[in-house]
């Protein structure tokens, strides 16, 4: 059953295959017969897998989370093979990498420079992210119809990140729909109002596609600096806004739900957070004397906050030059992310705001021990099971953090560099260090230490326990 559910995903993304191909075709590059090609190959294997009749369509939870964690390796297999074929010169792992840089939204490239990359790669990696950014599950469910009943909340659940999984439908088909349609419609917006910039429609396709997502995927060398506008920083500063909240308040506001959408204490600490960091940044900026003209204090330090916040990963020109204060502000927006539900990584605020409540009630414990106090959310109580899977998830989040920096040290990175950038695609934001270059370029790290950060991509994507659960004892028993 597993392997029919694998021949749909594969015959969507060879459909996906078809957008990138055509820009070939316009832009008339030789490699578009190769993209064919790479679309034929994925169309052939997934109409074989579909042609299977399994004798069991029951899916319950073990199946779902295997399913949800070999579908981000297998696509990503298949995801490559552009990569591979058309005039990018990378090997296997390369290009491994950087498909599941794209589905994961990390944003960590190992490509040394845009130019020459055809435009049918370029967008093809932005394809990538928009895709992986709301879940390539998430996107199945809401376009084939068998996962509506064969097990689709399984699946739902053990993608779509989050404390809580709200839906807005009764089935969770149209929850699916809903949630890809308001998507689609920003990404849409982000699009047309790039567009009417210096960066023209291809550029404006490319950075709405990996806005909206919160990815981070460049398509020139020099990113935004290439056209220095404010206008342009200003509209991505407001969609990674907007990729960084629950899709189900995003949702929620787009259908005039607007009271109820600002009631959410999360979004309103989350926006709080954003301001907090931006005064930070922008103090940072006056006491180094980074402050020249009147974006060095305005929209800069706000652009920044927004992007590693939402980890999109994209960086001011100048921001390591801004002191060691906005290094650490960088480390710890890094970690703590946008919210649960959105297309950021990080460990999601939610959960901090839940550890802050938790220790501050286990202090007034100390004075009180008699006391009942409960963890409470928007103005209800946290259930103990959701505050235990919470404690663990932040645990377990430093923790393989921990052991990804030591592996990669092992294998030869500089100390600094092998923890900066565990956290970096744990979190899923795909900012370099020292050996990989301020700007994300991974293509020094060693292949055996690319393995080790592809791993913690998909880790770090699907929350930890949907991939770690798979090398537990008690997962594979009945």
């Known amino acids: 059953m597993l392997l029919r559910v694998f021949g749909w995903l594969l015959l969507v993304e060879a459909g996906i295959m078809i957008i990138p191909a055509a820009f070939g075709i316009y832009y008339k590059e030789g490699n578009v017969v190769n993209f064919i090609m790479a679309m034929g190959i994925t169309a052939g294997v997934g109409f074989i897998l579909m042609s299977i009749r399994p004798s069991s369509r029951e899916m319950g939870?073990?199946?779902?989370?295997?399913?949800?964690?070999?579908?981000?390796?297998?696509?990503?297999?298949?995801?490559?093979?552009?990569?591979?074929?058309?005039?990018?010169?990378?090997?296997?792992?390369?290009?491994?990498?950087?498909?599941?840089?794209?589905?994961?939204?990390?944003?960590?490239?190992?490509?040394?420079?845009?130019?020459?990359?055809?435009?049918?790669?370029?967008?093809?990696?932005?394809?990538?992210?928009?895709?992986?950014?709301?879940?390539?599950?998430?996107?199945?469910?809401?376009?084939?119809?068998?996962?509506?009943?064969?097990?689709?909340?399984?699946?739902?659940?053990?993608?779509?990140?989050?404390?809580?999984?709200?839906?807005?439908?009764?089935?969770?088909?149209?929850?699916?729909?809903?949630?890809?349609?308001?998507y689609t419609i920003f990404t849409v917006i982000a699009i047309v109002l790039l567009s009417f910039s210096k960066m023209g429609g291809f550029n404006a396709i490319c950075y709405g596609l990996s806005t909206m997502s919160t990815g981070g995927f460049a398509s020139h060398d020099f990113s935004l600096d290439e056209w220095d506008s404010l206008y342009i920083k200003g509209v991505i500063t407001i969609f990674m806004f907007i990729g960084s909240v629950n899709f189900t308040l995003v949702f929620r506001g787009a259908t005039g739900q607007l009271k109820q959408v600002w009631k959410n204490e999360v979004l309103r600490i989350f926006v709080a957070t954003i301001f907090v960091c931006y005064a930070l940044l922008t103090i940072n900026v006056i006491i180094t004397g980074h402050a020249f003209e009147l974006?060095?204090?305005?929209?800069?330090?706000?652009?920044?906050?927004?992007?590693?916040?939402?980890?999109?990963?994209?960086?001011?020109?100048?921001?390591?030059?801004?002191?060691?204060?906005?290094?650490?502000?960088?480390?710890?927006?890094?970690?703590?992310?946008?919210?649960?539900?959105?297309?950021?990584?990080?460990?999601?605020?939610?959960?901090?705001?839940?550890?802050?409540?938790?220790?501050?009630?286990?202090?007034?414990?100390?004075?009180?021990?008699?006391?009942?106090?409960?963890?409470?959310?928007?103005?209800?109580?946290?259930?103990?099971?959701?505050?235990?899977?919470?404690?663990?998830?932040?645990?377990?989040?430093?923790?393989?953090?921990?052991?990804?920096?030591?592996?990669?040290?092992?294998?030869?990175?500089?100390?600094?560099?092998?923890?900066?950038?565990?956290?970096?695609?744990?979190?899923?934001?795909?900012?370099?260090?020292?050996?990989?270059?301020?700007?994300g370029n991974y293509a020094l790290v060693p292949d055996a230490a690319k393995w080790v950060l592809t791993s913690l991509m998909l880790i770090g994507r699907l929350e930890l326990f949907t991939i770690l659960i798979l090398f537990t004892r008690s997962f594979w028993k009945k």
């Open 61 to 182: 939870k073990r199946e779902a989370i295997l399913l949800t964690a070999l579908t981000w390796i297998v696509l990503s297999l298949f995801g490559m093979l552009p990569f591979i074929f058309c005039r990018t010169h990378l090997g296997i792992t390369d290009a491994f990498f950087e498909t599941m840089s794209g589905f994961t939204t990390t944003g960590a490239t190992v490509l040394n420079s845009y130019e020459g990359i055809p435009h049918s790669i370029l967008i093809w990696r932005c394809l990538l992210q928009w895709i992986g950014g709301l879940g390539i599950l998430l996107f199945t469910i809401a376009i084939v119809p068998m996962l509506n009943y064969q097990g689709g909340m399984q699946l739902f659940n053990a993608e779509v990140t989050g404390l809580t999984h709200d839906k807005i439908r009764p089935r969770i088909g149209s929850t699916s729909k809903d949630l890809w349609l308001v």
């Open 295 to 439: 974006e060095d204090v305005t929209i800069d330090p706000l652009f920044q906050a927004v992007s590693l916040l939402s980890s999109t990963g994209l960086t001011e020109a100048d921001f390591f030059d801004w002191g060691p204060i906005a290094f650490v502000l960088l480390i710890l927006m890094m970690g703590v992310g946008g919210c649960a539900g959105s297309t950021t990584g990080g460990a999601k605020i939610d959960r901090v705001i839940v550890l802050y409540k938790f220790l501050k009630n286990e202090f007034y414990r100390l004075m009180h021990p008699n006391s009942v106090k409960t963890v409470t959310m928007n103005g209800k109580g946290t259930p103990v099971p959701v505050l235990q899977k919470t404690l663990a998830f932040l645990f377990l989040y430093l923790l393989v953090i921990l052991i990804g920096g030591v592996i990669l040290s092992i294998i030869g990175l500089p100390l600094s560099d092998s923890f900066f950038c565990s956290l970096s695609v744990t979190s899923n934001t795909g900012v370099g260090t020292d050996i990989t270059g301020f700007n």
